[in-house]
């Protein structure tokens, strides 16, 4: 599990992004997930600019684009990280670097952002082509999320927002330092005792109904108490089932009626 | 990992979905990780016709899209699944139901697919409200993703599609039957006679441009044997570098001016 100092030391690097809402996207993930340091590597400011217009709108992703930095190039961005990893959907090239799934990669990178001070880059590409040959000789890690590719598909690729939320989930994935603990049964579970008056109450009902007369194979006590265990697995439930039947009974003894 | 079978005994419910841009953005995420089954629950069928009209030009998500089922109710969506899973955010409310995080929900859901002929539903709710109370008891398991929460924030919620992917990237995460193999290193690695020539190599390059005169005490043949061993990994990376000293020798020599 990272902490606040580790996951600050995480950059995302966004290259040749087109598409200022792809770009909002990312950040909305990284807001998501805890990680706050986006570059954009852009010839053209464009749609960096957009993006931050753009996201003056968007509470997530706002604080994360503030902040966000523009650069030339794919060296300049990463000129202070240690580790480089590149993400690829690989597609019809000649791989020259070891593509390693994103489950094993993310070890590695939390590895990295615990060891020390040393900052780690995610890098993703442009919408269009991905990272390229050149911008992923940079990295020395190359990372893919196992996506499915059916015999006729040439060319996958992965939305560029959903990526980033994949792969930064993959680091998040244990959870994180103060979460709020998520709920679980604070109910009293049903005892013994609970189970067995309903399973009384049950058998009187079906009497009562007349179930027991029709169906006298499957109203055996044990065949009852075993339908009893399946009802209320806490206290509370147990008693709004024998409330029931007992409603039953007063209805069929007429003094409902 | 899941079979093509299983995969096609999952379930997309989108409940409430407002942004046709987001149905889409789900469809083409179940299309990424080899999902099929798409059904939008939504009293009004207009975000739903949307999608379906702007899918046709994106091809990831179309199939998904033009097989997609419109449904008036959750109850009726999920009546044919064996195993209902909610996803929730859970934010302020309280919560009546169990919450696990995904990768503890992710091994049930591929048991529940893999152990038979059921089907297993997978809930998100809108982009405003997410799955309300009474959405989430329809389903059998909640589960959330882990969100960074910063004390400040009262209201956390991702984006639908980044959502979709988050959750099917977690069943697909180990990867697919039949994909192709990722890239390893097939070079031969380099061979200590390799290494041994590099190491003599250098150091004659070395002696010839006068770095032994100028640094004696970093250049013992220890010591750039140590560098040596860091060049090159495979056999064709220590040629490259032996191709390169022998030429700065030769340049040094006199020979190539």
Not at 155 to 160: E, Q
Not at 209 to 217: D, E, H, I, L
Not at 228 to 253: I, N, Y
Request: hydrophobic content about 40%; glycine content about 8%.
């Amino acid at each position: 599990m990272l902490n606040g100092a580790e996951r600050a030391r995480l950059t995302v690097v966004l290259v040749g992004a087109r598409n200022p809402s792809n770009i909002g996207a990312a950040a909305r993930a990284m807001h998501d997930f805890g990680f706050s340091d986006l570059r954009v590597v852009n010839e053209y400011g464009a749609s960096f600019e957009a993006a931050q217009l753009e996201a003056k709108s968007a509470v997530a992703a706002s604080t994360v684009m503030e902040n966000a930095r523009l650069f030339a190039s794919v060296a300049e961005a990463v000129a202070d990280c240690h580790v480089v990893v590149g993400t690829t959907a690989i597609g019809e090239r000649e791989m020259r670097q070891v593509v390693e799934p994103l489950r094993v990669t993310a070890p590695k990178m939390t590895a990295a952002l615990q060891g020390g001070d040393g900052r780690v880059a995610l890098l993703f590409g442009s919408e269009k082509t991905g990272l390229t040959n050149e911008q992923l000789s940079h990295c020395n890690l190359l990372t893919t999320i196992p996506m499915y590719q059916p015999e006729c598909a040439r060319h996958l690729s992965m939305n560029l927002g959903q990526s980033v939320a994949v792969c930064l989930y993959e680091l998040a994935r244990e959870g994180f330092e103060g979460a709020r603990a998520l709920p679980v049964k604070h109910e009293a579970a049903a005892t013994g005792e609970d189970r067995e008056r309903l399973t009384q109450l049950l058998l009187d009902a079906m009497h009562a109904v007349g179930y027991t007369r029709r169906y006298p194979q499957n109203a055996s006590e044990t065949l009852v108490r075993q339908l009893a265990q399946q009802l209320g697995g806490s206290h509370r439930e147990a008693m709004t089932w024998m409330g029931f039947l007992r409603q039953v009974l007063w209805r069929e003894r007429g003094e409902g009626k």
